[in-house]
Nanobody, 115 residues
Framework: QVQLVESGGGLVQAGESLRLSCAAS????????MGWYRQASGKQRELVAD???????DYADSVKGRFIISRDNAKNVMYLQMNSLKPEDTGVYYC?????????WGPGTQVTVSS
């Protein structure tokens, strides 16, 4: 089992930055791929970025060049640095982790970007 808790969401204006954190309940050295998803109201959940156990990364086209995903296995925390935020980045952000073939989800954190 892996429990995940996101933090760092909030209300910001367009152009500002936020950093989301995802704390894992067990050593991240035993966790494989991790990622961030988001879900806007009335829309499907979408992948924002993910990072492998060796820290290779992938991003949705809509956030490339603005968001940076990273993980600190020693601290059991994954991050999402979000810069130049846009109103369309608004949504609930969820972190995920894969371990032993199972995918775990956090409860989510709300990000709201006003124009």
């Amino acid at each position: 089992q892996v429990q995940l808790v996101e933090s760092g969401g909030g209300l910001v204006q367009a152009g500002e930055s936020l950093r989301l954190s995802c704390a894992a309940s067990r050593s991240m050295f035993s966790i494989g791929r991790m990622g961030w998803y988001r879900q806007a109201s009335g829309k499907q959940r979408e992948l924002v970025a993910d990072i492998s156990s060796s820290s290779s990364t992938d991003y949705a086209d809509s956030v490339k060049g603005r968001f940076i995903i990273s993980r600190d296995n020693a601290k059991n925390v994954m991050y999402l640095q979000m810069n130049s935020l846009k109103p369309e980045d608004t949504g609930v952000y969820y972190c995920t982790a894969v371990r032993l073939g199972n995918t775990y989800w956090g409860p989510g954190t709300q990000v709201t970007v006003s124009s």
